[in-house]
T-cell receptor
Framework: GNSVTQMEGPVTLSEEAFLTINCTYT??????LFWYVQYPGEGLQLLLK?????DKGSNKGFEATYRKETTSFHLEKGSVQVSDSAVYFC??????????????FGKGTHLIIQP | DVKVTQSSRYLVKRTGEKVFLECVQD?????MFWYRQDPGLGLRLIYF???????EKGDIPEGYSVSREKKERFSLILESASTNQTSMYLC?????????????FGAGTRLSVL
């Protein structure tokens, strides 16, 4: 079956540091890959996505590249801010052409940015 | 913007009670989902629905049922609540057109079963 593995936190960084959160996946087909973010007390929000190999998703200074050869989708940001403190989830969907199937999530990485 | 609304942010129930969690979306999405979120386990899919009156089991359906009588509303039912169902419950919806596979989430309902 499908699975997503991501580094578990908490990950604590200083403001303006470089961020990498690793994510690798196992899937039977050609999945779409996602990063979702959950701020304290809120639901999940889509941060970025990539639907095919070598695609790069980007949003709010975050980037992730779909690497089929290493089955990875690592999240990066060049300079983090205190407001980036949240829980980050890597997820996949292997249902082409529609969303009528649940996403497979990693366990989440709690990111703490200190001023 | 897509809005997914869960009727309660916090609920406290007693063991054995029947519990209803309600979710409404306003974007005419075909698909709706219920997940539970637990520390160290991430999100796990309980049930989903791809059409009115249709439902499919997810990874952990035991102890739960669902109802989708209208397209915009998807209810999660705990027939007889137990303490191991204390959790955060998240509802989501998605479309079969446009931005496929993107799920939009509600703010969550934190349920405590005493």
């Amino acid at each position: 079956g499908n699975s997503v593995t991501q580094m578990e936190g908490p990950v604590t960084l200083s403001e303006e540091a470089f961020l990498t959160i690793n994510c690798t996946y196992t899937a039977t087909g050609y999945p779409s890959l996602f990063w979702y973010v959950q701020y304290p007390g809120e639901g999940l929000q889509l941060l970025l996505k990539a639907t095919k190999a070598d695609d790069k998703g980007s949003n709010k200074g975050f980037e992730a590249t779909y690497r089929k050869e290493t089955t990875s989708f690592h999240l990066e940001k060049g300079s983090v801010q205190v407001s980036d403190s949240a829980v980050y989830f890597c997820a996949l969907s292997d249902r082409e052409g529609g969303g009528a199937d649940g996403l497979t999530f990693g366990k989440g990485t709690h990111l703490i940015i200190q001023p | 913007d897509v809005k997914v609304t869960q009727s309660s942010r916090y609920l406290v129930k007693r063991t054995g009670e029947k519990v209803f969690l309600e979710c409404v979306q306003d974007m005419d999405h075909e698909n709706m989902f219920w997940y539970r979120q637990d520390p160290g386990l991430g999100l796990r899919l309980i049930y989903f629905s791809y059409d009115v009156k249709m439902k499919e089991k997810g990874d952990i359906p035991e102890g739960y049922s669902v109802s989708r009588e209208k397209k915009e509303r998807f209810s999660l039912i705990l027939e007889s609540a137990s303490t191991n169902q204390t959790s955060m419950y998240l509802c989501a919806s998605s479309s079969n057109s446009g931005s496929k596979n993107i799920q939009y989430f509600g703010a969550g309902t934190r349920l405590s079963v005493l």
